[in-house]
């Protein structure tokens, strides 16, 4: 009942920027939380940052003051604008939903950061 198709990573050197996308294909998705995570090799998937309804946000304390999310309705798209990108910040990024009791996640996209 519901998709999740990341795209928009890619390879940035220390200090760039990047966009992602997560477009969510439902009738529902003004009401569904919408959340960025993250995962690099051999280590767990991190929570990044979360949208609710309401447009309300919440980082991870390692993204603060360098990633916004931000969602546009009429596309059914939540965005992770990513900015002064660190080495660290290299991972799959997934788009995670959760919707009637059931997980939804996207493929991940691949963001590399590195000089």
């Known amino acids: 009942q519901v998709q999740l198709v990341e795209s928009g990573g890619g390879l940035v050197q220390p200090g760039g920027s990047l966009t992602l996308s997560c477009v969510v294909s439902?009738?529902?998705?003004?009401?569904?939380?919408v959340t960025w995570f993250r995962q690099a090799p051999g280590e767990q998937r991190d929570l990044v940052a979360t949208?609710?309804?309401?447009?309300?946000?919440e980082y991870a304390d390692s993204v603060k003051g360098r990633f916004t999310i931000s969602k546009d309705n009429a596309k059914n798209t939540v965005y992770l604008q990513m900015n002064n990108l660190k080495p660290e910040d290299t991972a799959i990024y997934y788009c995670?939903?959760?919707?009637?009791?059931?997980?939804?996640w996207g493929q991940g996209t691949q963001v590399t950061v590195s000089s």
């Open positions: 995670y939903s959760r919707f009637l009791g059931n997980d939804y």
């Open positions: 439902t009738r529902n998705f003004h009401m569904l939380i």
């Open positions: 949208i609710l309804p309401p447009g309300t946000t």
